[in-house]
């Protein structure tokens, strides 16, 4: 019964039907292709005992971090289980089976740790790849995530039907890591050799953002519209840099415009989809812009995840549209709860250690009380990146964090963060105004001497 898929890797698989749907599922993950709940469906269909589709099913659902998604994620684990059971298994898909209840749990680490048992003896599974890429930048685990995919494209060879998506891989955790010069080389090899690879073309627009070139990376993003078209709801995270690099330009009509026919042109519940919207409101409201009654619908949103806890990173994105939104009681409600540490597995030291303080400091910073916005922001700074998410997108509570200082009048801290933000990223719109703004002047040693994760 074992079939090998596109990658020349043996499944346990009941048709060759069902084989070619799994290798529709992977390719449309790879890419982010809304189609992938369509083939994965298809993939079990045709054969419902295939037990790695049943753990990618579970393992898909983890990502999306949700409370009520747990039921489902351990629902697959059981019928995968069942399937090794009555089928038996490779020691890979007992890998996989593994690295979902670990996940199930919300041991995240635990299972990229199997994830990476199944890359250490097949660093041809390009799903495993993937998966442990995610997740990592979930962890905030950007070292780890470039090791991780370095080893992979190293071993993978030249023919793999997957180099191009592997490629965009690792230009992105190239990027994160800092290395943006062979980021932008690696990114364009992706997405000539995968032209649907959006992730790919993700890495190239970050590197645009973080060196502050935000001309060339909007014609790029204009450019590559056939590595999004097919996207699920990642092409509106593409659409949020396009707007980030409108803001850059000063052209916050156009950002808004952007907000409304694209970023949030679906008002889903996503945690992805509300971060992309919460940011950009944020950083619109920072540089001036009136953004009318948009926070009530995300507020609305938020309110309902209050307790949900299954990610730090949406938490607080969460707490900042229900501050946006004027509701203050359940942003203070959400800080509680993280204060308490109730969160599964890796997430409950991260709640409390960075979550709570950070909460607090959004809200405080909301009700004007800017010193201690301040002040708990520094404290969390050189942790932060353990809520995960890109650079990109943390960069929004160094900003916060600025804009406090300033608004408090706190030069020289304003002034050092300033000094270094311009040092790390360039010239950049938000950092030339404040210094302009407020007379602030550069330090040269800033970048020595506020600690940042």
Known sequence: MLRTDASGLDATCASSEAMGAWNRTVEHFLSHDKATPISLSEALAADANFAIAWCAKGLFTVLLARAELVAPARDALARAEASVHMRGATARERLYVEALRSAAEGRLFDAVGALEGILEAHPRDSLAAKLSHAMRLMLGDVSGMRASIEQVVARAGLDHPHLGYLLGCLAFALEETGAYRDAERLGRRAIERAPRDAWGLHALIHVHEMTGRPG?????????????????????HLFWHQALFRLEFGDLDGALRLYDERVRADKTDDFRDIANAVSLLTRLELAGADVGARWQELGAIAERRVADRSLVFADLHYALALIGAGRGDAARQLAAGLAEGVAPGDQERVAREIGAPAAEALIAFGERRYSEAARRLLSVRPRLRRIGGSNAQRDLFDQLLIEAC??????????????????????????????????????????KMIPRG
């Open 406 to 447: 300033v608004r408090e009048g706190m030069r020289r801290e304003a002034a050092l963060l300033l000094s270094e933000r311009m040092v790390v990223r360039g010239a950049n719109r938000f950092a030339t105004e404040r210094v302009a703004q407020f007379g602030l002047g550069s330090y040269s040693e800033g970048a």
């Open 216 to 236: 060339p990376g909007a014609k790029i993003l204009a450019a590559h519209a056939g590595a999004y078209e097919h996207c699920n709801n990642f092409a509106y």
